[in-house]
């Protein structure tokens, strides 16, 4: 029988490959109003359904977003020479890699859905966990929106006007952006099914355009051929290593350039209590997705090194574009710049699609005001309300709807609404005020913070309670080095960009007292809904 609720708990048998932030409510808050399901409480983790090759496909394909196409000029200009920068690729691709084997130890240890939240209210305490989900919503959400946003409207300007035109005024290139970025709110808003679904064709087309990259440079490297000219010969002129940058602040930069490309390795974390068999796909999922992500990167830039002087790469953030021009002429470029595009695109769904469940979850918990709980344009406290007879009458009305609409699994507008505006809006904000790189350290800063305390946490487990069950344990150098070298990348920020990171701490500190007014001590007053979660959570895992 057909339920209001049976679209927005977010089974994953509707989204198999979708980031369910929404996880929280795993937590046991109730997932659903349950109201025609026999009163039981609805819990994603009932629903294990993930396997290896979900979880594969949903890490790779949220990695491999704007960042090998955009990112490439930014670690360039800054570490100065070929050789720099391959390094620099190599250790951004490392240190995720530690980060994702640190973070499969603490999904097969705490096996919960919700990520970063989850292991560290276990492990520091829920206002840690608060501050998290806070950060992630205010900033971390929609501030890489509009990072992929933005160089999705430079792809798309690039399309139109050519690689060759080198000023471009940045509000043209904002003004897809902000049209992308409503799309897709839009189709995220429409059905829950239908982000799914194009989320997975976008897939391939990242994997088409890796590939051609790689493919198309190397035969312009053995074969000296190309439309403008012959490949680039700099880096058999040169030597790999001339120029290259000694300064400390100019690696550290770039060495976030390259985070973010590999950025989206703790996904499949948010997802854990959803996988059949975590303890064992889990590890097995990150230990492929990163070397496989780390290779096709790292022979994505050998192709640029070997196609694109030096100095036309460092021009603007569209590289793959001037590659296609480099090497096919006009068709070349708009080639690439489509597809590059697409990509974006989907990354943008992708991440759209998450952040909605993250603020609803936010709100569901009570960590927001209850709007943002709501799903589709009504209170869920109204839905709860609904008789038998109301319930009917609303869902023929769906139905009608739907019929027109041609979505006919009854998931039509059943989506968090007022989330995904709210998640609108901030991304707004930080398109019209930010500039990919200036976004981009900004975003390292905030979400590099988060992983380094989470995997501290990791550690002062492993002090803490070594007797916990621990069905994957990584070996204790990873953590250490992530920690080390995450501390050392959010030091340089705090030294280097001293205004940007004191917005990012400003952000995180305003959290406490929302913590204290919404959260804290709602469990004596008996009051918020989040006391169920409580109990339920500290039952299972204890008040360490
Ligand atoms: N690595 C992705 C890219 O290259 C960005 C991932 C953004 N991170 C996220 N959690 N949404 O575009």
Redo the contacts with the bound molecule.
């Keep these: 029988s057909y339920s209001v609720s049976s679209a927005f708990d977010f089974t994953p048998a509707l989204f198999p490959l979708s980031t369910t932030a929404g996880g929280y409510t795993a937590l046991g808050a109730p997932a659903t109003p349950s109201f025609d399901r026999g009163g039981g409480i609805e819990n994603l983790e009932k629903h294990k359904t993930l396997t290896y090759f979900n979880g594969l496909s949903l890490v790779v394909g949220?990695?491999?977003?704007?960042?090998?196409f955009s990112?490439p000029s930014q670690v360039n200009l800054r570490v100065g020479s070929p050789g720099a920068s391959l390094i620099v690729w190599t250790i951004s691709g490392l240190l995720a890699w530690t980060g994702a084997a640190s973070y499969a130890e603490l999904g097969g240890a705490i096996p919960l859905n919700g990520g970063a939240q989850v292991y560290l209210a276990k492990i520091f305490g829920e206002l840690a966990g608060f501050l998290f989900t806070w950060t992630a919503i205010l900033v971390?959400?929609p501030g890489?929106?509009a990072?992929?946003a933005i160089?999705l409207g430079e792809y798309v300007v690039r399309a139109v006007i050519g690689a060759e035109v080198e000023e471009i005024n940045p509000w043209i290139n904002k003004a897809p952006a902000f049209l992308a970025l409503f799309f897709v709110t839009l189709f995220n808003c429409l059905s829950t099914r239908f982000p799914a679904r194009i989320g997975d064709g976008f897939m391939i087309f990242k994997f088409i355009a890796l590939f051609a990259v790689t493919i198309i440079g190397i035969i312009a490297a053995v074969t000296h051929l190309s439309y403008r000219g012959p490949a680039n010969t700099e880096w058999r002129d040169n030597g790999w290593f001339d120029n290259t940058s000694t300064s400390i602040s100019d690696w550290a930069v770039a060495l976030y350039a390259g985070l973010?490309?590999?950025?989206?390795w703790?996904?499949t974390n948010y997802v854990t209590g959803e996988f059949k068999n975590p303890s064992r796909d889990l590890p097995k999922v990150l230990h492929t997705a990163m070397p496989a992500v780390i290779l096709c990167y790292l022979l994505a830039n050998v192709s640029y090194i070997f196609v694109l002087p030096f100095a036309d790469m460092n021009k603007s953030n569209a590289v793959a574009v001037q590659f296609g021009s480099k090497v096919f002429g006009p068709i070349g470029a708009l080639l690439l710049a489509l597809v590059v595009s697409l990509s974006?695109f989907g990354?943008l769904n992708?991440?759209t699609f998450?952040s909605g469940r993250l603020v609803y979850a936010a709100g569901r918990e009570g960590y927001l005001p209850d709007l943002f709980g709501r799903i589709g344009l009504s209170s869920t406290n109204e839905q709860q309300r609904y008789t038998p007879q109301k319930l009917r009458t609303r869902n023929s009305m769906r139905k009608a709807v739907e019929r027109i609409a041609g979505d006919s699994d009854g998931t039509l507008f059943l989506t968090p609404i007022p989330a995904l505006v709210l998640n609108l809006l901030l991304t707004t904000i930080y398109i019209i005020i930010g500039e990919f790189r200036t976004l981009i350290t900004f975003y390292g800063c905030a979400g590099y913070s988060f992983y380094f305390l989470t995997v501290l946490g990791l550690i002062v487990l492993r002090i803490r309670e070594p007797n916990l069950e621990r069905p994957y344990k990584t070996w204790i150098v990873t953590p250490v080095v992530f920690c080390c070298v995450s501390l050392f990348l959010v030091s340089r920020a705090v030294v280097n960009e001293p205004v940007q990171a004191m917005v990012v701490v400003a952000f995180v500190v305003a959290g406490i007292p929302v913590y204290f007014w919404r959260v804290a001590g709602r469990d004596g007053r008996g009051g918020r809904r989040g006391e169920e979660r409580s109990w339920k959570f500290w039952r299972r895992w204890g008040r360490s």
């Design positions: 949220l990695i491999i977003g704007s960042g090998i990112s971390l959400k890489s929106a990072i992929i160089i973010w490309a590999f950025d989206g703790d996904n974006a990354a992708a991440t998450t």
